[in-house]
């Protein structure tokens, strides 16, 4: 008699304190376990973020998380239903550059590769490295292929490719390492659709061949809109080096590629935007080291939180000098605090000077930000694009109702910000710690990290003593988060933020704590940093065990 066990998590891992990391036996669990979420989500559960061999659950708190990972591995796997709706087809041209290269790889001719491509049904497994990027698996592994070995620098919107196991189209032009075989002129990613994806996990979709499309277009960032008239708001007379839109983000489209981006420093924006009344998630100005100067456009009451700095206020009006050389000079001249609320006046100029300390500032307006949501958040994203875009001289920024009290509110204490000295980031190990020894864990904790100029809101690069790897080859791509510590090749640690990609191919040594990454996002450009290591997760990592089939 032969006897089975029901499938189950193999083992869960801590991602810090806010998601864990299940490991599964192959991509079918990975699609039975993502399917069960999506349709019976779990307690507290936030987003889920499939990936090659794992399943990513982030939840809305440490106690939920921890819940959620004694509860993964309690649960009992069932294979997700297949149904004929859904199926997304997807007309391509075959007439890839790659074509000839895959037909020697695979031992097919190029018709025969056309023929298993489009002759099969592809299930959309996980999403990341771009919105709208679905990593498909087929029916067979017929078209298995490695991916490019140098990466073209940029693919067409549109193009269809393999790469590993996998199928996908680019939904926009950007760099890739994929078998390019076709192209495709289906919009991948339209931010006009009520569901921008065109796949999504768990879809089906079929390739049909056809002899012509439309050249596929991409959604990329917006463009400032134009200046019109508005009765109430701020021009921006200087960006700065960059000033942004930003909330406390968009949770909950992971699966579609995107990631929560958001205000940095999500506390100081909270300040700000508590001490003019508004609702915590109102959208504001952030910028970076300085140089911010807007106009009042109708009287309006302002705030400016984060790093402390100068606070210029210039008046508009011109009157004669008392100086013996005569001459005109500007108006009356004041300074404001920062964490406090203020009036700026029709025509008046505020002027944010160089940070004392920390990086970041925010500006909050009595109202809100009134600029367009995308996927219920009006934050910039740099890295998707999503969003709007940078501010430049002379936009005006129309004013909302984001309000939540009648009154402003009270000066506040500030925190102290980094300076020239050295910052300490509290860090849970893992989810892939066991990549590297003891030496290279001590080595990660033992030096102080500099901050290098190639750090931006995707993640800060860091600059020390190379942490060396214990294992061979490459991670399997896996979901991933803000605070993540991923570790490539050439052991330099890139400390993710909040515009990071969804998933990621590089060991993570720790996890930044949720509550030291507003710390994290004042360190200035040439700052330092120390990790220390905190182990207040639970341990998940035991193996389930197996009984083995008689």
């Not at 919107?157 to 393999?162: E, F, M, Q, R, Y």
């Not at 768990?202 to 991409?218: F, I, K, M, N, S």
């Amino acid at each position: 008699m032969q006897t089975t066990t029901a499938k189950r998590v193999r083992s869960v891992r801590p991602v810090g304190t806010r998601a864990v990391l299940a490991e599964l036996d192959g991509l079918q669990d990975v699609l039975a376990l993502q399917d069960m979420l999506y349709k019976s989500p779990l307690p507290g559960q936030v987003d889920v973020l499939a990936a090659a061999e794992t399943v990513m659950v982030v939840g809305e708190s440490a106690s939920a998380t921890r819940a959620i990972g004694a509860r993964l591995l309690e649960l009992e796997l069932t294979a997700p239903e297949v149904t004929d709706s859904g199926l997304v087809v997807i007309d391509t041209v075959y007439d890839g550059d790659d074509l000839a290269d895959v037909a020697e790889l695979t031992g097919l001719s190029v018709d025969g590769v056309i023929a298993a491509h489009s002759g099969q049904i592809w299930t959309v497994a996980f999403a990341g490295f771009a919105p709208g990027f679905g990593y498909m698996v087929g029916e067979n592994e017929a078209l298995t292929v490695p991916r490019r070995s140098s990466p073209r620098t940029a693919v067409p919107a549109g193009s269809v490719a393999l790469g590993g196991q996998y199928s996908a189209v680019y939904p926009r032009r950007s760099p890739g390492g994929w078998q390019l075989i076709g192209r495709t002129g289906a919009r991948m990613w339209d931010l006009d659709r009520s569901q921008p994806a065109l796949v999504r996990p768990g879809d089906r979709v079929q390739y049909r061949a056809v002899r012509e499309v439309v050249t596929a277009g991409a959604s990329e960032a917006r463009e400032p809109e134009k200046e019109h008239h508005t009765e109430s708001g701020l021009r921006i007379l200087n960006p700065g080096a960059q000033s942004l839109i930003q909330d406390l983000g968009r949770r909950g489209y992971g699966p579609l590629g995107v990631s929560a981006a958001g205000a940095l420093d999500r506390a100081s924006l909270r300040r700000a935007n508590r001490l003019v009344g508004n609702a915590a998630s109102a959208a504001a100005i952030e910028s970076v080291n300085g140089g911010l100067t807007v106009e009042a456009v109708g009287d309006q009451v302002i705030a400016v939180a984060g790093a402390p700095a100068t606070l210029t206020v210039q008046s508009p009006s011109w009157v004669e000098s008392e100086e013996p050389d005569g001459g005109v000079q500007p108006g009356a001249r004041r300074t404001v605090p920062v964490a406090a609320p203020f009036a700026l006046l029709d025509g008046e100029v505020l002027t944010v000077g160089a940070p004392e300390s920390g990086f970041r500032n925010y500006l909050a307006i009595r109202g809100g930000v009134d600029v367009p949501e995308v996927l219920g958040s009006r934050s910039a994203d740099t890295m998707s694009g999503i969003g709007p875009a940078p501010l430049v001289i002379g936009q005006t920024l129309p004013i909302g109702r984001d309000t939540e009290s009648t009154a402003v509110g009270s000066p506040e204490l500030q925190p102290d910000f980094p300076g020239t000295g050295v910052t300490v980031l509290d860090v849970v190990p893992g989810p892939r710690a066991d990549w590297f020894d003891q030496e290279a864990l001590d080595s990660l904790c033992g030096q102080e990290w500099l901050v290098t100029p190639q750090s931006n809101r995707v993640g800060m690069r860091l600059d020390g003593t190379p942490l060396k790897r214990t294992r061979e080859g490459e991670l399997p791509s896996e979901g991933t988060m803000a605070g993540a510590l991923q570790i490539p090749p050439a052991g330099l640690p890139v400390l993710f933020l909040a515009d990071h990609p969804i998933t990621g191919g590089y060991p993570v040594i720790g996890v930044v704590r949720d509550e030291h990454l507003d710390l994290a996002a004042q360190v200035p450009i040439g700052g330092r940093i120390r990790f220390r290591f905190v182990r207040d997760s639970p341990d998940f990592t035991t193996t389930v065990t197996k009984t083995p089939e008689k």
